[in-house]
């Protein structure tokens, strides 16, 4: 059977082989392999004999072939043929009968082996929502590709961006060849994650914030509803500069695009982790708080690696709870069964509160630490305010404290508040 019954799901098997050519990205050296191994796992997913890779030359607007690779480059105008088409419109187009399509016919795409019957066309876009090429997939048969390939497809084009955008910024970063470029373009990386604005979310205000320090490390933070539900990250990869903001930004988007092929928290947070523990170094890992919050209910599921404390601000009470991770950072080892995710509720005016290490442990001159008394005193008697608010207070008091000592770690904020 090809697919599925839910066309809104995919299989085990699918999701780890798209999820093993992920932790490849963390080696954007290794470009031409990795996109033919997107293709690879493409070819599988979405059941295609085969496929052709696009990506826009830079300096002439032209489309280039780079997968299957040939002797002359094929080249396409923007506009010109099918794949010049999605590139200029940015949609995905899905031909079920090649052979009578004068369009085809005029520009046609076919892989030795085979007769070309129907052709799924989707663009490759980068996150600032420029064209990064065409990915291209053939089928033998006509009207071989389905919704489910329409929904898998973009999936897969995410990941080709998001190696095709970590190989030109580690080109750039080898061709400077100095720390303040490595620098930047770990910053870029981090920014980049970030949540152009927050989502809207029915009897809820939530707020994100990132302050980097200068030397840059590998916290992030997203906020992004899926399907019905908020999904929320925390995380903060060990060490600082171009290394673990690239770590980070890759276990991001692993587990975007696992919600997107159907997994729960559960099976995301066990696959992304033990593709994590293949890919980094013995002694690098992720500490991370990654959660649903269903609005209708108001409850949080979540699994917090080695992420904490995480705050619970009780308004009836006015009093904090503190919980503490639930299970080792992300990354250490493998995981063969995962427990399933702890569960809280959130009362009317109950805040959820992820604040990174740089906060609690913001260090004065002296050696004292700001500390989770003054974080919760602080939540305490401002948790009426806007959460854009409450942020500012929290980073503007760690600061003060911390006087004229400079801020060591990155400081990552995320608050979510039931209005009352």
């Known amino acids: 059977m090809k697919h599925l019954i839910n066309p809104n799901e995919i299989s085990r098997e699918s999701l780890v082989q798209i999820l093993e050519i992920m932790h490849r990205l963390a080696a954007p050296a290794a470009m031409p392999e990795l996109l033919r191994e997107i293709i690879e796992v493409g070819k599988v997913a979405i059941v295609a004999e085969a496929g052709v890779l696009w990506l826009l030359e830079r300096s002439t607007r032209e489309l280039v072939q780079v997968t299957p690779p040939s002797d002359e480059a094929n080249r396409l105008g923007i506009g010109e043929g099918y794949a010049g088409i999605c590139a200029r419109e940015l949609e995905i187009t899905n031909i079920h009968d090649c052979r009578e399509d004068e369009l085809f016919q005029a520009f046609p795409v076919h892989v030795e082996g085979f007769e070309t019957r129907s052709l799924l066309n989707v663009p490759i876009v980068g996150q600032d929502d420029s064209l990064l090429g065409v990915m291209q997939w053939l089928g033998e048969n006509v009207g071989q590709f389905d919704k489910h390939d329409e929904w898998v497809g973009p999936a897969l084009a995410a990941q080709c961006a998001v190696a095709i955008q970590h190989s030109r910024m580690t080109d750039e970063l080898l061709a400077n060849a100095i720390l303040h470029q490595e620098v930047t373009v770990a910053r870029e990386i981090q920014m980049s994650t970030l949540p152009d604005r927050m989502p809207d979310v029915a009897g809820y205000d939530l707020h994100g914030h990132f302050l980097p320090t200068d030397h840059t490390?590998?916290?992030?933070?997203?906020?992004?509803?899926?399907?019905?539900?908020?999904?929320?990250?925390?995380?903060?990869?060990?060490g600082h500069g171009f290394g673990p903001a690239l770590s980070a930004t890759q276990m991001q988007a692993m587990l975007r695009v696992s919600f997107r092929l159907g997994a729960d928290l559960d099976e995301a947070y066990r696959q992304v982790n033990n593709q994590l523990d293949e890919d980094l170094p013995d002694d690098r890992f992720i500490t991370a708080f990654m959660g649903f919050l269903d609005p209708s209910s108001h409850e949080v599921e979540y699994h917090s690696g080695g992420q904490g404390p995480i705050l619970h601000f009780r308004a009836a009470a006015g009093e904090c709870d503190w919980y503490k991770p639930t299970n080792f950072p992300v990354g250490v080892m493998p995981i063969e069964e995962t427990e399933p995710g702890q569960v809280l509720k959130l009362e009317a005016g109950d805040i959820l509160a992820l604040i990174s290490d740089g906060v609690y442990e913001y260090t004065a001159l002296d050696g004292s630490q700001f500390g989770e008394d003054r974080v919760a005193e602080i939540i305490r008697t401002h948790h009426d305010r806007p959460m854009a608010e409450l942020c500012e207070l929290l980073v503007s008091g760690a600061q003060e404290f911390g006087g004229e000592a400079p801020q060591a770690d990155d400081i990552t904020l995320v608050l979510v508040r039931r209005l009352p």
């Open 217 to 238: 490390g590998g916290d992030l933070y997203d906020l992004v509803v899926l399907g019905e539900k908020l999904f929320m990250l925390l995380g903060d990869a060990t």
